[in-house]
């Protein structure tokens, strides 16, 4: 070896051992060679083990000593890493951030997708189960009032009225007086004249008039529970709701309500929003008084 070329440089996971001696001690470089006062390349070796640290240190000719083999017990990856340059390290560590930032941006992204799907289906299936009730409470109704749906349309008016509250008894509830110059009944009498068989079926319909107001309202009150909550979750947090608006994009087309023509999103809710009240209602809070109206006008 020429003394005035460094000797190759050992590295941790390489094992040495003396050429003569025949040892059965393996080491392993802990300080590359350098020259000793003498002009001589030595190192410093030693055994190595990951759970004590270095032992039996001592400083030798490098030309004592041979590479045999490398190391097959487990390897140490923090010291592995102290081996690599500085500026992979660096680098390392902010691929690593990112990953990690952009599987975290991901992760809540995804939260807030399955959050609005959760609450919009639900709402556009309350939507949907509110007209079916109603499509047979007139269904109903025309049965008992001897209607056939094709000249249906001023007593299926008639009908939602009664149900959104236009016709109620003084106690808010349907009366059970016979049929004479009450208002409801004067408005069917008014739009069928020739009607048949109504004053028979009339203390039919005032119960089927009360059970139908009852369902409506309970599914009109669950539906406007849902959307309050859904209200709630996405006008909340300033983070929250800045990335339900600009990434999500909520109300979704998840969001969904189908009467003459599809609408989802914000005009779905718009449409699934709209309390269904009768038109005395609505003259009540415009003027704010209501003047309980009987159905028989007593």
Not at 61 to 79: A, F, P, T
Not at 129 to 139: H, I, P, T, V
Not at 239 to 263: D, M, Y
Not at 264 to 277: C, F, L, M
Request: aromatic fraction near 10%; charged fraction near 25%; charge should be neutral.
């Amino acid at each position: 070896m020429n003394n005035n070329e460094q000797p190759d440089f050992y590295y941790r996971d390489e094992v040495l051992d003396n050429k003569d001696s025949g040892s059965k001690t393996l080491y392993e470089v802990k300080v590359e060679p350098y020259k000793d006062q003498n002009g001589e390349w030595v190192m410093i070796i030693g055994t190595y083990d990951y759970d004590r640290g270095w032992r039996n240190l001592k400083e030798v000719s490098c030309s004592d000593y041979h590479l045999v083999g490398q190391r097959k017990e487990k390897i140490n990856i923090m010291e592995n890493f102290k081996k690599l340059p500085k500026k992979w390290l660096v680098t390392g560590i902010v691929v690593v951030g990112l990953l990690i930032a952009a599987f975290g941006i991901y992760g809540y992204m995804n939260g807030l997708q399955k959050g609005a799907v959760g609450r919009e289906v639900p709402i556009s299936r309350s939507y949907e189960s509110m007209k079916s009730e109603l499509d047979a409470f007139l269904s109903k109704a025309r049965e008992q009032a001897g209607v056939t749906k094709a000249n249906s349309t001023a007593f299926d008016k008639i009908m939602l009225d009664a149900v959104s509250g236009r016709y109620q008894g003084k106690e808010g509830s349907p009366t059970t007086a016979q049929p004479g110059s009450g208002t409801m009944f004067s408005a069917i009498v008014e739009q069928y004249p020739d009607l048949s068989g109504i004053n028979n079926s009339y203390n039919r319909l005032l119960d089927t008039i009360s059970e139908g107001r009852t369902a409506f309202n309970n599914a009109q009150h669950k539906l406007q529970d849902q959307l309050r909550e859904y209200d709630v979750w996405r006008s909340s947090g300033l983070f929250h709701s800045w990335a339900l608006r600009t990434f999500i994009g909520v109300p979704t087309n998840n969001l969904v309500a189908v009467n003459e023509q599809k609408l989802t999103g914000q005009a779905a809710y718009d449409k699934i929003s709209r309390v269904i009240v009768s038109g005395l209602t609505s003259e009540a809070f415009n003027t704010g008084t209501l003047e309980a109206q009987d159905f028989m006008g007593n």
